[in-house]
């Protein structure tokens, strides 16, 4: 599996990004997803996961109530639609894929994209 990340920029506190997450190479459809991020110095912190069939979705405390996360199967898609964003959530952003249900620890994801940055200016 192939994971190729976009839709990162410079953006205002206050404003709003929309990551996308493009798989090849096999389809994803069956994978539970995630979203992780990595400031400088900092470790791969969890953002956002969401289960195969959608039904299931989980977020870091952080995040929740002002980042959604959704997938399209058809297209081999995940996304993160990024609202109010914050000076601290400037981090590069990385979608993972094969991670258990509720999983929000890096290693628990087999497959990863390059990343994208977000950077967030006050």
């Known amino acids: 599996v192939q994971l190729q990340a976009s839709g990162g920029g410079l953006v205002q506190a206050g404003g709003s990004l929309r990551l996308s997450c493009a798989a090849s190479?096999?389809?994803?459809?069956?994978?539970?997803m995630a979203w992780f991020r990595q400031g400088p110095g900092n470790e791969r912190d969890f953002v956002a996961g969401?289960?195969?069939?959608?039904?299931?979705?989980w977020y870091a405390d952080s995040v929740r109530g002002r980042f959604t996360v959704s997938r399209d199967n058809a297209k081999n898609t995940v996304y993160l639609q990024m609202n109010n964003l914050k000076p601290e959530d400037t981090a590069v952003y990385y979608c993972?894929?094969?991670?258990?249900?509720?999983?929000?620890?890096?290693?628990?994801?087999?497959?990863w994209g390059q990343g994208t940055q977000v950077t967030v200016s006050s």
């Open positions: 993972a894929a094969g991670g258990r249900i509720k999983g929000d620890y890096w290693n628990a994801y087999p497959y």
């Open positions: 190479g096999r389809t994803v459809s069956t994978y539970n």
């Open positions: 969401i289960t195969w069939a959608g039904d299931t979705i």
